[in-house]
């Protein structure tokens, strides 16, 4: 069996330099053609064949590294996107590399295995992630397992993430002049405010799991003129699909309950695309545990509770995928995300042993599903079970 467990020195240096030429060049969402380009270049040149502009996307992209007929399709998932003015706060010059390393990685130790290593470079993550559109058109259809990890500052295993609709109610009235023609007036903005108070008190028949939030975008123009129109803006979040569809249902039915009682006529129209729950495989998520063991990564706790929404729920939802966090910081730092010292962290000696112990790690978990179509059997069934109550 060949030793998976270190990257050969110009693959480790390559991917290091991948890495920082990212962190030099950092790239808002459906910007980042140099890092995407980057990440194509050193994918051909280990022998990937690379498809650019991947359905539609600018800086989408997707590499496949073919080996013989039949056999398992294992996908890594890349990240390239940078925040406004932090940079790579959220290190996805990282994150991306570990999933263009491990695909290589894993292209150079196939050894007997036959089957296919994918990269699907995902762009804008930080803003309307890409997952959402390439789930939705059919770029996991035949993609058996998807890998991704997330830098951070503790090695936590892939949990659960909240499914997110994005609401918009626009309620239309009739402007009137406040004194005296008040009584030929519809009050839209009175429809918004019974909405906020309809949901508030909803709230107290909600399950702690599901969270509804949001603001008033629009309320009028002038305090002596009935208002025509009013906006408001929610976000509605749950842990399962099915939970979040029913708690939509009664957060429009509030906002219908507002405009009927003033008299407006409301609208209702998504205004982002919403992220599906993350779902993990936990069948794949211990194997890449053992291999994270193995490549000697020692302290990996539990998956905390869902605490925010990403676009790799709607990846979960097509085909088994995991999303765990990895240590990228010396033992006792704590930088937290979207910030400057995370960033300067993704340069550091922590982060390119990180770099290689993951890639390694990633490597060798679909190595182990290419090996083992008993393993591939295990994580699929998981994956039929768990959408019967996504
Ligand atoms: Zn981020
Ligand atoms: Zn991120």
Redesign the pocket.
Known sequence: MTDMTKLNPQLEQDLWDLSCYIYENPELGHEEFKSAEAHCKLLEKYGFTVERNYLGLATGFRAEYVKGAGGATVSYLAEYDA?PKVGH????NILGTVSTGAAIHLAQNLGDSTGRVVVIGTPA??TDGAKVKYAAEGAFDDVDVALIGHPFYRYERSGQSLAIRALRFTFHGKAAHAVSAREQGINALDACILTFNAIGLLRQQLLPSAYVHGIIKDGGTAANTIPDLAVAEFYVRAETLTYLNEVRARVEECARGGAAAAGARLEIEEFEAGNDNLVTNETLMDILETNWRKVGIENIIPALPAAGSSDIGNVSHVCPAIHPYYSIQAPGEEYP??TEEFRETTLREPARQALWQNACAMAMTGKDIMDSPQLLAEIKAEFEKAMETA
């Open positions: 925040l706060g959220c290190g996805h993550e930080e995300t979207h």
